[in-house]
């Protein structure tokens, strides 16, 4: 199961999110900063 804020696009682009791009985004830098910590 993958959480839907992870979902892209094929070339990367961001793409629809109920939560809004921003805040998918916003999620998706949260996680990649615990990642790399």
């Not at 839907?4 to 791009?21: I, K, N």
Request: overall charge positive.
């Amino acid at each position: 199961i993958v959480p839907c804020h992870r979902v892209v696009g094929r070339d990367g682009a961001l793409t629809g999110y109920a939560g809004g791009l921003a805040r998918k985004r916003a999620l998706l830098e949260l996680e990649a900063a615990h990642a790399t910590a």
